[in-house]
Nanobody, 121 residues
Framework: QVQLVESGGGLAQAGGSLRLSCAASGSIFNINAMNWYRQAPGKQRELVAAATSGTRTNYADSVKGRFTISRDNAKNTVYLQMDSLKPEDTAVYYC???????????????WGQGTQVTVSS
């Protein structure tokens, strides 16, 4: 069984910063991609930032230069540092992890429970 636990959401003012964390635990064999998505009210869930099992990262155009994704592979944890926050960053943020657990030879996709980020103007 694999669990993803997110933390770090909350309320920030425009121009401020927040840092999200997502820790994977359980019967993990190996982890491939670790990503962050967000979903604002009335909108579709969108990919915000992605980190491969190597060092490659990708960002949505709307967050480039403001958000930074990083991984601590020893802790099976992915972070999202969010700086220069804007009201339009308000959403529920979900971590998304592609991993293989001990019970299957095939990788699966796991989602965190979501954490609310609210940015006031």
């Amino acid at each position: 069984q694999v669990q993803l636990v997110e933390s770090g959401g909350g309320l920030a003012q425009a121009g401020g910063s927040l840092r999200l964390s997502c820790a994977a635990s359980g019967s993990i064999f190996n982890i491939n991609a670790m990503n962050w998505y967000r979903q604002a009210p009335g909108k579709q869930r969108e990919l915000v930032a992605a980190a491969t099992s190597g060092t490659r990262t990708n960002y949505a155009d709307s967050v480039k230069g403001r958000f930074t994704i990083s991984r601590d592979n020893a802790k099976n944890t992915v972070y999202l540092q969010m700086d220069s926050l804007k009201p339009e960053d308000t959403a529920v943020y979900y971590c998304n992890v592609h991993l293989r657990d001990d019970s299957s030879p095939y990788p699966r996709i796991y989602w965190g429970q979501g954490t609310q980020v609210t940015v006031s103007s």
